[in-house]
């Protein structure tokens, strides 16, 4: 059984950092692409940033692009979403989930989904 746990929930002020981790068991990392979407209240779940698990090959959102750096430890089984400069909309619960499709921003495309964790950036 696949299972991905997200962690790292947190507050920060803006302009401060934060890293996310997700965890994952049950499947053969090298073939998937782990991905980290966000979902703020009343809004659409979005992506944000993946990783190709075999390469570690990585991109990412325009909106983040440039303020968030995505790295996988293999021995851990681990991806880590480091998030600097964030800003008050940045703010929003943090999903990570797995697809197959290297270059997929679509929440459709993806499987596995962790249980999300809490970011909030404000003053």
């Known amino acids: 059984e696949v299972q991905l746990q997200a962690f790292g929930e947190g507050l920060v002020h803006p302009g401060g950092s934060l890293r996310l981790s997700c965890t994952a068991s049950?499947?053969?990392?090298?073939?998937?692409?782990m991905g980290w979407f966000r979902q703020a209240p009343g809004k659409e779940r979005e992506f944000v940033a993946a990783i190709r698990w075999r390469h570690g090959r990585t991109y990412f959102a325009d909106s983040v692009k440039g303020r968030f750096t995505l790295s996988r430890d293999n021995a851990e089984h681990t991806s880590y979403l480091q998030m600097n400069s964030l800003k008050p909309e940045d703010t929003a619960i943090y999903y990570c989930a797995l697809t197959t499709q290297y270059g997929s921003t679509r929440d459709l495309d993806f499987r596995s989904w962790g249980q999300g964790t809490q970011v909030t950036v404000s003053s």
């Open positions: 049950g499947f053969a990392f090298s073939s998937w692409i």
